[in-house]
């Protein structure tokens, strides 16, 4: 009852009621990154939204953007969005307190193509249980998967074709399961928050990195590392979350609008992004970088050490129901890429 209340009074503090009618509902989005739309898929996913529902709802819901983690860090937005009236673009990292399960989805080399990551995240039946798990153990709703960069690709100072090239290397992880794979590979691993990951680098404290090109020029890592292996590692994503109450109180026609922007903002953010990758390849190799795509041959070799090593990591981390799972759609969602 307590919460019930709480909610209901920080609802009452976004909305105004001049006179007797409603007016705007005020709604705080946040994410990380800068708010560049050129640079920064999430923030252009944001701005589009932000676009697409006013001309919706016109001026009766105004989406209110906070780039750059104003709003805290991903364990704290997390927290606002399960307990206030909010949005919030969420990494892995951000889900991984509460929702480990969704790491099923990032197995190392899982996707074969845009299309097919497409495929998995909007209609695959992972999806939908995740959705549904989610409201019920969190009460956060979750809208859209929102692609921020395309896959993920190696960087390093030392020249990477295949799993060998990686011995005796130390490699900077974005978390544990990373960890892992990069041991797989006869390297060491070392998580190292990214806003330390270019001194890092320079200092060579670690010898290598990964990231979608995007975050490669976000983070001026081209200044700090000569070579890029595009070996699709994994698709680069993160997650609309929206408090359920929040979702809830809202009128059918909100409801519906707010559904509808974020598909369609997603969608945009989708093209923008794939449109992108060759030009921001082509920005890294102009910058000094010289740029590998792996052989059929050596990509096999790649997921044939990464994944197992992922899969066996996470199975200490949730159901193996959900791993088996994910592997089906993600079968599927393959096969029906490649069509």
Request: aromatic share 10%; glycine share 6%; net charge negative.
């Amino acid at each position: 009852m307590k919460r019930i209340n709480l909610f209901c009074l920080m609802l009452m503090l976004v909305m105004a009621i001049p006179g007797s009618a409603l007016a705007a509902t005020t709604i705080k989005m946040s994410y990380n990154g800068p708010p560049n739309d050129s640079d920064n898929a999430v923030h252009y996913f944001a701005v589009t939204f932000q676009d697409l529902l006013k001309k919706e709802v016109g001026n009766d819901i105004e989406l209110k953007l906070f780039p750059n983690s104003q709003l805290g860090n991903e364990e704290q937005r997390m927290e606002q969005v399960m307990s206030s009236p909010q949005i919030n673009v969420a990494s892995y990292g951000g889900l991984q307190t509460v929702f480990p399960e969704m790491f099923a989805t990032n197995i190392p080399f899982l996707f074969d193509s845009y299309k097919a990551a497409h495929a998995f995240f909007d209609k695959s039946s992972f999806m939908e249980k995740a959705r549904k798990t989610l409201r019920e153990r969190t009460g956060i709703e979750l809208l859209e998967v929102v692609e921020e960069g395309g896959f993920l690709a190696f960087t390093s100072n030392e020249p990477i074709h295949s799993p060998a090239d990686f011995k005796g290397m130390k490699f900077r992880a974005m978390d544990t399961s990373q960890v892992a794979m990069y041991e797989s590979f006869g390297a060491s691993g070392m998580p190292i928050p990214w806003t330390e990951v270019y001194l890092a680098l320079k200092t060579g404290v670690a010898d290598g990195q990964m990231n979608p090109p995007t975050y490669i020029i976000m983070g001026s890592l081209y200044e700090v590392q000569k070579y890029l292996a595009l070996a699709n590692v994994q698709y680069s994503d993160q997650f609309l979350l929206m408090n359920g109450e929040l979702l809830d109180s809202l009128t059918k026609k909100e409801r519906t609008a707010i559904k509808k922007a974020a598909h369609e903002a997603n969608i945009k953010t989708r093209e923008f992004v794939e449109s992108q990758v060759q030009d921001r390849i082509k920005f890294l190799e102009d910058k000094g970088m010289t740029s590998y795509t792996p052989t059929p041959k050596e990509l096999a070799q790649f997921k044939e050490l990464g994944s197992p090593s992922y899969i066996n990591w996470l199975k200490d981390q949730v159901d193996n129901s959900w791993i088996d799972l994910a592997l089906k759609d993600a079968a599927k969602a393959n096969a029906l890429g490649a069509k």
